[in-house]
């Protein structure tokens, strides 16, 4: 078990779909977190689209809360419906207390198992005393008073989502969350909520999807063009009304063989551009982003990744599209892969993201998942990122015009259309410094080595990896593995380990340079990753000098990494 | 079309033509297309560099090289996409799709399908010889079901695909058809198609010389102009186009639907897409 270096509250809030888990859930998160605390919120849900299970996750703590602890301190049950698909996602101990709806029966036998407490309160029946009167209003209330939270935080919570127009409904709210603090004052309280830190500066609420969609816009992206798909739709979603207000257009194609090409299209005309999906839509869109790098025109494809192959598990996370992101590409096409680490950092690592495609005019694969992309979190307000220039572009100074001259840095200018002179034609077929077609061995191998120049002695300066500690044991993980990994690593510093975690940032091209500099004399390497298969050991392994002792832990999802699962392999071998 | 004329420079057809010599048979009907493409240009009085030729795969999709303007050869089937993403993002260039009947009607069918749908101001030029000519000679989905090939002893015995029904049934806003060999009539409806706003579709009967000489050299006499006028009813126009005989040129249909429009552009700073995140 992982000791927390700063005390958290972890709640799970259930119920079939339509019993409003999830807007109880986000009233939650809003209440706790208006009151100071961080706060992290992540959805789970059964496949249908209504009705279904549903579950909450929410974890609370005077600092920033980066991932799930190793169990939840209180499951609040609206119902107890189909609720052990959920098992292996709500670990629990005899720690925990479930507060429940007498009316809903017994728990499920995993429930039982654990040896949590259980607690009664009749949400429903309550609910029907107040006019108005609604379960999860109820059930929050009985929650609040459980856990220390003063009820009017959650009616001023309320209050703010359903806003000032509504009174009969916050009146409505305020009877029904008084009511289940009334039922549940006999009970002995749960795990309590901490007090804030007081802290300066800003705090922001948003999901990954949504950090990755301002980033994108911070970034300079004008133009999207996308095709729905879980788990990376609201990328979509929050950015065209955003584009809208920032003078950027949103289309959504009829497939993502469309979407890559469109946004192919808008980059040529100048436009910086960007798609999201997630593994299936990637894979239609391998054959274009082959042509954007023979072309040499820039676009970001941001990768929301999801349990795979095929359909996987589409609500749920994996770190399994590592392998087509950098090796799905037929023929020999560099190209970039990045990886944000936390929700914050989809912000700036969108914007670098762009940069990158800008600067390289090449594609960049931008890997978020799942389990960042839909999660909501209360953060610190993101550092403000600077990346410089971006495109190359050629203005016609009366020279003549080689749109793919061989310069040293293996990047030349881009003509926009419309500037005279600068006519060329943008080509998938081999082509010499003109792009004019050519099946001649030296264009080709002029055109090849150009491009892998421009990718391989770019400085990608410090972004290329987050570096945090010293010690002879290093771990080298990336994307939301990370996370876990942190606040394992956070508990056994706070025990004396010394410990350093590089985390990777730049997946592609290669580090092998700074990577070797980093685990320089480490005893260990620990390696973590989320997938079936160790594809980014494998892939480390392929480029990087890693020293013999390295030992790859790596299992699928849909289940999350724990920091207890993480700091039981950080105590072997110890 | 969004570019004002160019009042100050006068263009000719040889503007619009590039050092870079065609790869086309001698003889393929694709040479006088792009003839009448130098000369529509001319005409329209569009300068070079707003000029987008975009195109897909095959040997109709090699013309944006041969043309003096700003070209994307793309990947197979593709090149409505990459031609609505850049007039999007760019309204101010004028932009032709060039694409072939493989190209266009098979791998890229479905983007044809919601190219017509969403009726961006595009002009869409398909130059159909009824084949795979790239590589060599493959029924193509305008074929006809009894043409014997390696690949499709017999014939396909599939009905053939009819591009001018289905580009009305998904909502295209300008129709026509003309024959490669009659230079003036493919550059005055090239003209006519650049010039109707929203999406434009021009099939272009363009012979193949090297597989299909038996039933092509005949087109030149099959071919003949509309009996009936223009039509801007998609109900008669529904009429003429399925019993057409394949052969009739013309603009065959003229719609007035509205081309798709971007949002009115606002010039928000991106920081204040902030404001909403913070508590």
């Known amino acids: 078990m992982t000791r927390q270096t700063s005390p958290t509250l972890s709640v799970v809030l259930t119920g079939s779909g339509g019993a409003g888990v999830m807007t109880a859930g986000q009233t939650l998160l809003d209440a706790v977190t208006g009151g100071g605390l961080y706060g992290l919120m992540t959805r789970s849900t059964g496949p249908q689209i209504r009705g279904g299970e549903a579950a909450a996750m929410l974890r609370f703590g005077p600092e920033p809360v980066l991932c799930h602890g190793d169990k939840f301190d209180v499951l609040v049950a609206f119902d107890f419906e189909n609720l052990q698909r959920f098992a292996a996602e709500i670990p629990m101990d005899a720690s ?3 507060l429940a709806d007498p009316a809903a029966g017994e728990p499920p036998e995993f429930l039982l198992k654990t040896g949590a407490r259980i607690a009664h309160v009749p949400f429903a029946k309550l609910a029907k005393t107040v006019p108005g009167g609604r379960v999860s209003m109820v059930a929050l209330g009985a929650l609040a008073k459980l856990i220390g939270l003063p009820e009017e935080a959650i009616v001023g919570a309320v209050a703010k989502s359903v806003g000032k127009k509504k009174p009969e409904a916050i009146a409505a709210s305020e009877r029904g ?11 002995a309280p749960a795990a309590r909520l901490a007090a804030p830190r007081p802290k300066p500066g800003a705090r922001w609420s948003l999901t990954g999807n949504e950090a990755v969609g301002l980033g994108a816009i911070k970034g300079g992206v004008r133009f999207v063009a996308g095709y729905p798909i879980t788990p990376a739709t609201e990328i979509l979603e929050w950015m065209a009304p955003a584009l809208q207000k920032t003078g950027g257009v949103l289309l959504q194609a009829e497939d993502e063989l469309a979407s890559i090409n469109m946004i192919i299209g808008g980059s040529f005309g100048g436009v910086p551009s960007l798609t999201a999906t997630s593994g299936p839509g990637l894979s239609l869109m391998i054959e274009s982003l082959g042509l954007a790098v023979a072309s040499e025109t820039p676009v970001v494809v941001v990768d929301v990744m999801r349990s795979g192959p095929s359909t996987g598990i589409a609500t749920k996370s994996e770190q399994s599209d590592l392998n087509i992101a950098v090796y799905g590409l037929h023929g020999d096409a560099p190209h970039v892969v990045v990886a944000p680490l936390d929700i914050g950092d989809c912000v700036a690592t969108a914007q670098w993201a762009v940069h990158l495609a800008e600067s390289l005019q090449t594609p960049v694969i931008m890997l978020s998942d799942q389990a960042m992309g839909q999660a909501r979190a209360v953060i610190d307000k993101p550092a403000d990122a600077h990346f410089g220039a971006g495109r190359l572009t050629w203005a016609n ?12 840095s293996g990047v030349s200018a881009m003509a926009l259309p419309g500037v005279a002179g600068g ?6 077929l081999t082509h010499n410094v003109k792009g004019t077609p050519s099946s001649q061995a030296r264009d080709h191998i002029d055109q090849l080595d150009k491009r892998r120049r421009k990718i391989e002695s770019f400085d990608y300066g410090a972004h290329w990896a987050e570096i945090d500690g010293e010690g002879d044991t290093v771990i080298v993980t990336w994307g939301s593995v990370s996370l876990p990994v942190r606040e394992a690593v956070a508990a056994a510093r706070a025990d004396g380990a010394r410990i350093k975690i590089v985390a990777l940032r730049l997946i592609s091209p290669a580090q092998p340079d700074k990577l070797a500099a980093e685990v320089a004399g480490a005893r260990r390497v620990l390696i973590f990753e989320q997938n079936h298969s160790g594809q980014f050991w494998r892939y480390l392994r392929a480029h990087c000098d890693l020293p013999a002792h390295v030992t790859p832990i790596y299992r ?3 289940l999350p990494f724990r920091p207890g699962e993480i700091r039981d392999h950080l105590m072997k071998d110890a | 079309m969004n570019m004002p004329l160019d009042v ?8 619009y033509k590039s050092a870079v010599k065609p790869v086309w048979c001698p003889g393929c009907g694709d040479h006088s297309v792009l003839l009448s493409f130098q000369r529509a240009m001319a005409e329209l009085a569009l300068a070079p560099e707003n000029i987008a030729v975009v195109s897909g795969i095959g040997c109709s999709s090699r013309i944006p090289a041969y043309a003096n303007c700003y070209g994307f050869h793309g990947v197979h089937g593709r090149s409505l996409t990459i031609a609505a ?9 004028t932009v032709i799709v060039a694409s072939g009947d493989g190209d266009g009607f098979s791998i890229g069918g479905n983007h044809f399908l919601h190219a017509c749908r969403r009726n961006i101001d595009l002009t869409y030029i398909v130059m159909d010889n009824r084949i795979y000519g790239m590589t060599k000679g493959q029924p193509s989905p305008t074929t006809e079901p009894d043409w014997d090939t390696a690949i499709a002893p017999g014939g396909t015995g599939l009905s053939p695909f009819h591009p001018l029904v289905v580009a009305l049934a998904s909502g295209a806003n300008f129709i026509a058809r003309s024959f490669s060999g009659d230079l003036a009539g493919t550059a005055r409806m090239i003209v006519e198609a650049v010039r109707h706003p929203g999406f434009s579709f021009l099939q272009i009967l363009s012979p193949c010389v090297t597989f299909r000489p038996d039933q092509q050299k005949g087109w030149k006499d099959m071919v003949h102009p509309a009996m009936v006028p223009e039509t801007d009813d998609p109900g008669r126009a529904a009429r003429r186009l399925m019993t057409d005989d394949g052969f009739n040129t013309g603009v065959l249909y003229r719609g007035h639907r509205p081309p798709y429009q971007p949002h009115a552009l606002a010039h928000l700073d991106p920081s204040e897409l902030e404001a909403e995140f913070a508590l």
């Open chain 2, 85 to 93: 993403g850049l007039k999007v993002a760019r309204p101010d260039l």
């Open chain 1, 397 to 408: 100074a009366g020279e003549s015009y080689a749109r793919y001259a061989l310069t040293e």
């Open chain 1, 556 to 558: 699928s999802g849909p």
């Open chain 1, 177 to 187: 969350v008084l009511a289940g603090a009334a039922a549940a004052a006999d009970i």
């Open chain 2, 8 to 15: 100050e420079r006068v263009f000719k057809p040889a503007d």
């Open chain 1, 96 to 98: 925990g207390l479930i």
């Open chain 1, 423 to 428: 006519q060329y034609t943008a080509d998938g």
